[in-house]
């Protein structure tokens, strides 16, 4: 079944702990996205990438980093968190380098930094 | 960056009237407009896109227009049912990203 996984699903950390979401996808697309989705503001874009070890900022990509080692996986990575990320994240992925095809999403992470 | 506004940010009809959701967005250099809906406590998934070089696009009771010049395109539901309700976000692509809209929430009245 052709589908994005995020892992975990929820999570409850604290203010300084660095931690990873993971985002695979098996549909062997080159564009992968992050976003956030805070009440009221839609849904907010954080970091893509365009093809393996090819990455850049979205509109929110401060306090996040990104890697993109393998086609399938682009990890999000807080390394010091701060409750101002507690959010709904959203990975998703696109077919062609630009991503302006269907993007599909994975199921989302429900982050609280404590 | 693209600013991006959606309107109206809340909507209700009753079943089986017609839903307009306008999107108007400011960089001219956008080509590939897309629609998603999301239903509550689920993820975003798309409903219908248009790309730069075509007007207007259908697919069943869905239907996207796009105005280019003016910058803005909007999607039209006929014979709204209740499934239909639901947040409708508008994402128009500006340089390999994508701003969203803030969103539309639908509520089709039985």
């Known amino acids: 079944e052709a589908q994005v996984t995020q892992n975990p699903r929820y999570l409850i950390t604290v203010t300084g702990k660095k931690l990873t979401v993971t985002c695979s996808q098996n549909?062997?697309?080159?564009?992968m996205s992050w976003y956030r989705q805070d009440p009221g503001l839609g849904l907010r874009q954080i970091y893509y990438?365009?093809?393996?070890?090819?990455?850049d900022k979205g509109d929110v990509p401060e306090g996040y980093k990104v890697s993109r080692k393998e086609k399938r996986n682009f990890p999000l990575i807080l390394e010091s968190p701060s409750p101002n990320q507690t959010s709904l994240y959203f990975c998703a992925s696109s077919w062609g380098l630009a991503g302006d095809n269907e993007q599909f999403f994975g199921p989302g992470t429900r982050l609280t930094v404590l | 960056g693209e600013n991006v506004e959606q309107h109206p940010s809340t909507l209700s009809v009753q079943e089986g009237d017609s839903a307009v959701i306008k999107c108007t967005y400011s960089?001219?250099?956008?080509?590939?407009f897309p629609w998603y809906k999301q239903e509550l406590g689920k993820r975003p998934q798309l409903i219908i896109d248009i790309r730069s070089n075509v007007g207007e696009k259908k697919d069943q009771r869905i239907a996207v227009t796009l105005n280019k010049t003016a910058k803005h395109f909007s999607l039209h539901i006929t014979e709204t049912q209740p499934e239909d309700s639901a947040v409708y976000f508008c994402a128009p692509d500006n340089f390999n990203k994508f701003y969203f809209g803030s969103g539309t929430k639908l509520n089709v009245k039985p």
């Open positions: 960089d001219s250099a956008s080509n590939y």
């Open positions: 990438s365009m093809n393996v070890e090819v990455t």
């Open positions: 549909m062997n697309h080159e564009y």
